[in-house]
Structure formats: structure tokens, C-alpha cells
């Protein structure tokens, strides 16, 4: 039965859950009428055989032997239709029948009704024949000084009729109206589910070229409205992700494609006309120098592809920063000192709680850039500092700074301030990249302050919960 439901459309089953919901409030509603008309017409009975009561006593009176007679040209009315309709019993205190006026034979009577058993004031409903329903109403009563029991009777044929009347209408009515509401829910939910068939059709045309395309959406307040806009939203991220992919792609290859055009070139010429052995030498350490480059590039291009394939969490343990900073000051000393550039570092016991690995990859990338783009005996600073229960750890440079449009850039994969320049010393656009998404992975975030003319501050900034000391 889950199964059979499942498996229906969701229109078929919204028209069903709206034909079993008018289903129900119909039989409530139905009951509740039902209900209300027949306690009417009880009450209106019953009001009507308390005036019986009071007319039939007033014409009651004893004759001379003291037999109860029924003075039928009482002060009340008709004597015609007093004769056909009165019902009554007028029975002694010790329950002995002294009158009975009915207007139907007695002798069809099933069984006549026992003699009253107190004298209070009570109801009730008999039925004398099959399916001839009465009222009953008996109480005490006076004549001429005499107290007797009297028992009034009413007929409920006509109540009965009309309650059974009700119940067929409703009868007839209900599968009209449950099937009616059925129909109705159906096109109800087919009309509000067409946007849906829509966007449906136009999702299967979206493939990895027209990434573009987006879904329709003529009414973005409501519900399904808001799933198209999620849906775009999705396709327009995804939409941009696939564009950097391609972006990275043509970049990657382009970057690979210059050393490898350069390697070929340089061998060419000295394969060519290279009979000098000084020039040979100078071939072979111009194409090793692009080797490194493609080295180089190859190496940052694995290094950001493993971090790219993992996401979860990387492995933290206790680093000490300032032991970290002094060994990165101690691999970059020779290439410092070429550049008559000195490396400082200041730095308390500050303890993180960080992968050691993507951390230093972060720092030797800045402490590489600072080297790269400072000038020659200017001095690069490499900081750490606890900052409102962050750890900072900043390089600092004097070098040409970098303008504030570029400060979001520069992370991007393959982007360089100034090609030319950047290439020719030796920097392959993905040092940034490779820091940024290293910190990421630490938990933390990389910012840079700086101006065109002031040296850069790239500052590392790694949460609170990394802190550990
Ligand atoms: P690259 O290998 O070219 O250095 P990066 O991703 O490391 O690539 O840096 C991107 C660009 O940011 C560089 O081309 C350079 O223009 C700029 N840049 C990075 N670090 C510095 C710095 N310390 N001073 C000035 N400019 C910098």
C-alpha cells in the first residue's frame, strides 16, 4: 500500500488527500445538522405535548358516579379537530386506567403501553406498532379536586420522516461531493504544479555548456518560486566555479606551454649554429633554468591539486610559531643575503594548534614573494603576536607594496600584478593561492595591508581555538 502510494503522482495524491479532507469535514458537518434538527423537532414535541397536557386537564371534570369524563367543548377550540388529534390517558393514583382517548385502533396496538410507575413528570419514546414511533409525556394532574396521572401522546412519524429525509439527501450527495472535490484538487494541483513541469524541462536542457541557462521563475515569493531561485543561485555558482576551472585550465596550460616553447627554442638555435662550447654551456643553463620553472610549476600545481582534493579538517598538533619562523628565516638566509636583504624575526612562545606542513608552506610563500619583490638591502620582518585570543603571524617588506584594487586578486589562481616583471623573477602566480587555501585549511584566513608605496603586511590570522598557549 506505501509502495502503490509512493508511487503515485503528486497531483493524484494531493486530490486524494483533498477528497478524504472533504469527506471528513462533510460527514462532521453532516452530524452536526443532523444533530441540531433532530434535538429542534424532539424539543418542539415536547413543548407541544406540555400545551396537550394543560388543554386535555382543563377539560377533564367527574361526572356524578365519579368517572372521569372529557368535556371536549372545553374553553380550548374545536371540538372536530380535538376529537381526531387528542392522544391521552388518564390513569388513578393507584394506577388504574379511568380514561383512554387514542385516535388509532387499539386493537393494533402491539402492546399498550404499562401503567405508570410514578407520579413525577416524565418523557418518553415508544414504539406502538412497527415503526409507529410516539412521545410520551405523563404527570400528575387535578380533576375537579381529584388527582390523577395523565399521559400525553404525540406522534413522531412526521420528525422521523424529516430526519430520514436529511440523511438520503446527504446520502446521495456525499459521493457527488467527495468525487467533485476529488476532480477539483486534481486540476488544483496541476495548475500549481506546471511551473514545476517547466523548470523540469528546461533543468534537462542545462549540461556543462549552457551552464547559463537558468530556470524559470514567474513568481519568486512563492514556494516553488523559491526553489527555482536556490536552483539558480546553484546553477550560477557552479556556472562560475566551471569558468575558473577553464580559466585555470587555459592558464596552467599556457604557463606550462611558455617554458616548454622557450626549452625548444633555446635548443634549436643551439643545435643549429652551437659549435662554441661556451655557448653550448650557456644553452644548457638557459634550458635548465626553464626545467626548474617547469619544475617549479609543476610542483605548485600538485601541491594546490592535494589540497583541493581534500576537505576535511587537516591534522592539527602543537606548533611552536617561533621556531617555525626561525627556521624559514634560516632556509631564506643565503637568498637574502644575495639581495643584501635582512630577515628578522620577533616573536614570544606562541603555540598553535595547526598542521605544521600547510603552515610553513603558507610562510615560505610570503617570506618567497618578500624576498622576490623587495628591493635589495631593505629588510623583511616576520612577526607573531596573540591579538584578542588570535594568533597573528605577519611578514612584513618594504618592497613596492601592492595597489588596494588588487588585494582580493592577487589570491586568485595564476594572477600576477605585473606579468612581465613577476615572470622574470621567477614567479609562477600561484604562491598566494597556495598560501590562502594552506591558512584556509588551518582554520584561519590571510589578509594583506598595504599601499603602492609603503611595502606589504601579509598577515596570517588563525582563530582563537588554535591558540593554545
Ligand atoms: P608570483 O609567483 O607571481 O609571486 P603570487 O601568487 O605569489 O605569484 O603573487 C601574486 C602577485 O601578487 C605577484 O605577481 C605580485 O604582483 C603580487 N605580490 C605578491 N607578494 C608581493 C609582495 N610581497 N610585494 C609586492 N607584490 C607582491
Same mark, same amino acid.
Given at each position: 500500500?506505501?509502495?502503490?502510494?509512493?508511487?503515485?503522482?503528486?497531483?493524484?495524491?494531493?486530490?486524494?488527500w483533498?477528497?478524504?479532507?472533504?469527506?471528513l469535514?462533510?460527514?462532521?458537518?453532516?452530524?452536526f445538522v443532523?444533530?441540531?434538527?433532530?434535538?429542534?423537532?424532539g424539543?418542539e414535541?415536547?413543548?407541544?405535548?406540555?400545551i396537550?397536557?394543560?388543554?386535555?386537564?382543563?377539560?377533564?371534570?367527574?361526572?356524578?358516579?365519579?368517572?372521569?369524563?372529557?368535556?371536549?367543548?372545553?374553553?380550548?377550540?374545536d371540538?372536530g379537530?380535538?376529537?381526531?388529534?387528542?392522544?391521552?390517558?388518564?390513569?388513578?393514583?393507584?394506577?388504574?386506567l379511568?380514561?383512554?382517548?387514542?385516535?388509532i385502533?387499539?386493537?393494533?396496538?402491539?402492546?399498550?403501553?404499562?401503567?405508570?410507575?410514578? =407520579?413525577? $413528570?416524565?418523557?418518553?419514546t415508544?414504539?406502538? +406498532?412497527? &415503526? !409507529?414511533?410516539?412521545?410520551?409525556?405523563?404527570?400528575?394532574? #387535578?380533576?375537579?379536586?381529584?388527582?390523577?396521572?395523565i399521559?400525553?401522546?404525540?406522534?413522531?412519524?412526521?420528525?422521523?420522516?424529516?430526519?430520514?429525509?436529511?440523511?438520503?439527501?446527504s446520502v446521495?450527495?456525499?459521493?457527488?461531493?467527495?468525487?467533485?472535490?476529488?476532480?477539483?484538487?486534481?486540476l488544483?494541483?496541476?495548475?500549481?504544479?506546471?511551473?514545476?513541469d517547466?523548470?523540469?524541462?528546461?533543468?534537462?536542457r542545462?549540461t556543462?555548456?549552457?551552464?547559463?541557462?537558468?530556470?524559470?521563475?514567474?513568481?519568486?515569493?512563492?514556494?516553488?518560486?523559491?526553489?527555482a531561485?536556490?536552483?539558480?543561485?546553484?546553477?550560477?555558482?557552479?556556472?562560475?566555479?566551471?569558468?575558473e576551472?577553464?580559466?585555470?585550465?587555459?592558464?596552467?596550460?599556457?604557463?606550462?606551454? =611558455?617554458? $616548454?616553447?622557450?626549452?625548444?627554442?633555446?635548443? +634549436?638555435? &643551439? !643545435?643549429?649554429?652551437?659549435?662554441d662550447?661556451?655557448?653550448? #654551456?650557456?644553452?644548457?643553463?638557459?634550458?635548465?633554468?626553464?626545467?626548474?620553472?617547469?619544475?617549479?610549476?609543476?610542483?605548485?600545481?600538485l601541491?594546490?591539486?592535494?589540497?583541493?582534493?581534500?576537505?576535511?579538517?587537516?591534522?592539527?598538533?602543537?606548533?611552536?610559531?617561533a621556531?617555525l619562523?626561525?627556521?624559514?628565516?634560516?632556509?631564506?638566509?643565503?637568498?637574502?643575503?644575495?639581495?643584501?636583504?635582512t630577515?628578522?624575526?620577533?616573536?614570544?612562545?606562541?603555540?598553535?594548534?595547526a598542521?605544521?606542513?600547510?603552515?610553513?608552506?603558507?610562510?615560505?610563500?610570503?617570506?618567497?614573494?618578500?624576498?622576490?619583490?623587495?628591493?635589495?638591502?631593505?629588510?623583511?620582518?616576520?612577526i607573531?603576536?596573540?591579538?584578542?585570543?588570535?594568533?597573528?603571524?605577519?611578514?612584513?617588506?618594504?618592497?613596492?607594496?601592492?595597489?588596494?584594487?588588487y588585494?582580493?586578486?592577487?589570491?586568485?589562481?595564476?594572477?600576477?600584478?605585473?606579468?612581465?616583471?613577476?615572470?622574470?623573477?621567477?614567479?609562477?602566480?600561484?604562491?598566494?593561492?597556495?598560501?590562502?587555501?594552506?591558512?584556509?585549511?588551518?582554520?584561519g584566513q590571510?589578509?594583506?595591508?598595504?599601499?603602492?608605496?609603503?611595502?606589504?603586511?601579509?598577515?596570517?590570522?588563525?582563530?582563537?581555538?588554535?591558540?593554545?598557549?
Open positions: 500500500m506505501n509502495a502503490w502510494w509512493q508511487r503515485r503522482s503528486v497531483r493524484f495524491r494531493l486530490a486524494l483533498y477528497a478524504a479532507a472533504t469527506a469535514v462533510l460527514i462532521a458537518f453532516g452530524w443532523y444533530e441540531v434538527i433532530e434535538h429542534r423537532l424539543a414535541i415536547d413543548r407541544q405535548l406540555r396537550d397536557f394543560d388543554l386535555i386537564e382543563a377539560q377533564l371534570s367527574l361526572d356524578q358516579e365519579g368517572t372521569v369524563r372529557w368535556n371536549v367543548r372545553g374553553s380550548h377550540g371540538e379537530f380535538a376529537r381526531i388529534s387528542a392522544w391521552f390517558e388518564v390513569w388513578s393514583d393507584n394506577r388504574e379511568l380514561l383512554r382517548h387514542w385516535p385502533l387499539e386493537a393494533n396496538i402491539k402492546e399498550a403501553p404499562p401503567a405508570p410507575q410514578t =407520579s413525577t $413528570l416524565k418523557f418518553a415508544i414504539e406502538l +406498532e412497527p &415503526a !409507529l414511533f410516539v412521545r410520551v409525556m405523563e404527570r400528575p394532574g #387535578r380533576v375537579q379536586g381529584r388527582s390523577v396521572i399521559r400525553v401522546f404525540r406522534d413522531q412519524t412526521e420528525m422521523r420522516r424529516t430526519l430520514r429525509e436529511i440523511v438520503e439527501v446521495l450527495g456525499f459521493p457527488l461531493a467527495v468525487a467533485l472535490a476529488a476532480i477539483g484538487g486534481y488544483v494541483a496541476t495548475r500549481s504544479l506546471r511551473p514545476l517547466a523548470m523540469a524541462r528546461q533543468a534537462r542545462i556543462s555548456e549552457s551552464l547559463s541557462k537558468r530556470l524559470p521563475n514567474p513568481n519568486p515569493s512563492d514556494e516553488l518560486g523559491r526553489l531561485t536556490v536552483f539558480n543561485e546553484t546553477l550560477a555558482r557552479l556556472e562560475a566555479s566551471f569558468a576551472l577553464q580559466r585555470f585550465t587555459a592558464d596552467a596550460s599556457h604557463e606550462l606551454r =611558455s617554458p $616548454l616553447t622557450a626549452l625548444r627554442a633555446v635548443g +634549436e638555435v &643551439a !643545435l643549429r649554429d652551437g659549435d662550447p661556451a655557448t653550448l #654551456r650557456e644553452t644548457i643553463g638557459s634550458m635548465l633554468e626553464e626545467g626548474e620553472r617547469l619544475t617549479d610549476l609543476v610542483d605548485a600545481l601541491t594546490l591539486a592535494r589540497m583541493d582534493a581534500t576537505n576535511a579538517d587537516a591534522a592539527r598538533e602543537e606548533v611552536d610559531v621556531a619562523l626561525d627556521e624559514i628565516r634560516d632556509q631564506f638566509q643565503v637568498l637574502a643575503s644575495e639581495k643584501r636583504q630577515l628578522t624575526v620577533t616573536s614570544d612562545f606562541i603555540a598553535v594548534q598542521d605544521r606542513t600547510l603552515l610553513r608552506l603558507a610562510l615560505v610563500n610570503l617570506v618567497h614573494n618578500a624576498i622576490r619583490h623587495s628591493p635589495s638591502g631593505s629588510q623583511i620582518s616576520l607573531a603576536a596573540r591579538r584578542a585570543g588570535k594568533i597573528d603571524v605577519s611578514v612584513k617588506d618594504s618592497g613596492p607594496g601592492i595597489a588596494p584594487e588585494h582580493q586578486k592577487i589570491f586568485e589562481r595564476f594572477f600576477r600584478v605585473d606579468k612581465a616583471r613577476s615572470r622574470s623573477r621567477g614567479g609562477v602566480g600561484l604562491g598566494l593561492a597556495i598560501a590562502k587555501r594552506a591558512v584556509e585549511r588551518n582554520g590571510i589578509v594583506v595591508e598595504s599601499n603602492s608605496d609603503r611595502g606589504s603586511v601579509f598577515r596570517i590570522e588563525l582563530p582563537s581555538w588554535a591558540t593554545n598557549a
